[in-house]
């Protein structure tokens, strides 16, 4: 039996069967039969909980005359993700706001899960960020398409015709390769800060980890930033026309 949070205790208590019965109609098989939810798994739960809410919040406390805090949080949000998207996608970048803000704050979110004690950080398990990786994959390659029509194929085959289908296969390979970069570097960074902290807390417990603590904040806020900001990126290269 694999060690449990709180959290993934309580959601493997009451509601193991019901999950062990769609993995078997979707012919999964789970490790451990009494525990399929793992801690990863009830991490994202309670981060999208905790984003539902915020929106929620949000959308109830809006006011022109009196904004609230959270409103004034939610417009800061908006206009930065907004001022990148357009400085990077630039014209019809309002599309793909909604998408880049929530991928945004929910990496955020999930990174930062791992400071708070009895809870950890689910992008410190490999599937997590592949599952942000292939999502995002599939967002700008459908974009992509819808932007270029049959055109878009042009992206992948270069500017000389006598070697388009070298650049062709060269093209796929570099694409399949960002999920993996996107993967690699968000679930690589988030383990060995986690792993850091972790290890200066089991020695020293006073004071110093303090210090790593602080560096994991800065590193759950890069890495969210990073994977936004390259998100944002194939977008613009996706749904350019100027191939």
């Known amino acids: ?111 930062l899960m791992g400071i708070i004690p009895g809870l950890e950080s689910p992008t410190a398990t490999a599937t997590v960020p592949l599952g942000f990786a292939i999502c995002t994959f599939l967002y700008y390659h459908y974009h992509g398409i819808r932007a270029n029509g049959f055109g878009y194929i042009k992206q992948f085959l270069g500017p000389v015709w006598q070697i388009s289908p070298f650049m062709f296969v060269i093209e796929v390979i570099s694409h399949l390769a960002r999920v993996l970069s996107l993967t690699v570097r968000l679930y690589a960074n988030m383990l060995a800060g986690d792993l850091v902290t972790l290890a200066f807390f089991s020695l020293v417990p006073i004071g110093v980890p303090l210090i790593f603590l602080g560096l994991h904040l800065g590193v759950a806020i890069v890495q969210a930033y990073v994977f936004f900001l390259l998100a944002a990126i194939y977008l613009s290269l996706a749904v350019s026309h100027d191939h």
């Open 1 to 111: 039996m694999p060690t449990q949070l709180l959290l993934t205790r309580f959601l493997n208590a009451h509601f193991a069967a019901p999950v062990d019965a769609l993995l078997g109609a979707l012919h999964i098989t789970p490790a451990h039969a009494k525990a399929p939810i793992t801690n990863a798994v009830s991490m994202e739960l309670l981060v999208f909980v905790a984003l539902l809410c915020y929106f929620l919040a949000v959308r109830l406390t809006l006011s022109v005359e009196k904004p609230g805090g959270v409103q004034h949080l939610a417009e800061m949000t908006g206009e930065f993700v907004g001022e990148q998207a357009e400085s990077i996608i630039g014209h019809g970048y309002e599309r793909f706001t909604p998408y880049l803000t929530t991928l945004l704050l929910f990496i955020l979110l999930a990174n």
